[in-house]
């Protein structure tokens, strides 16, 4: 089964992850990082098939997709 590893120290909150899930997984937390960001998060990684288009498009580099 795939799994998502979010960095939530390099992630920004850009949000560009949210919007390139085909099965919207991946979305944005209301806690705030140590750098005063709201960061990505993946709740229900049970439905995530590994295509790896948020770790693609990710501009911090802060998503890794163990598949």
Same mark, same amino acid.
């Given at each position: 089964?795939p799994k =998502?590893?979010i960095?939530?120290v390099r992630c920004?909150?850009? @949000?560009l992850? $949210?919007?390139?899930? !085909?099965h919207? =997984?991946v979305?944005?937390s209301?806690t705030?990082?140590?750098m @005063?960001?709201h $960061?990505?998060?993946? !709740?229900d990684q049970g439905?995530?098939t590994?295509?790896?288009?948020?770790?693609q498009?990710?501009?911090?580099?802060?998503?890794?997709?163990?598949k």
């Amino acid at each position: 089964m795939p799994k =998502i590893e979010i960095d939530v120290v390099r992630c920004k909150g850009c @949000g560009l992850c $949210t919007t390139v899930c !085909p099965h919207k =997984i991946v979305a944005m937390s209301e806690t705030i990082n140590s750098m @005063g960001y709201h $960061t990505a998060l993946a !709740p229900d990684q049970g439905k995530c098939t590994g295509c790896s288009f948020c770790a693609q498009i990710c501009p911090d580099a802060a998503i890794i997709v163990f598949k």
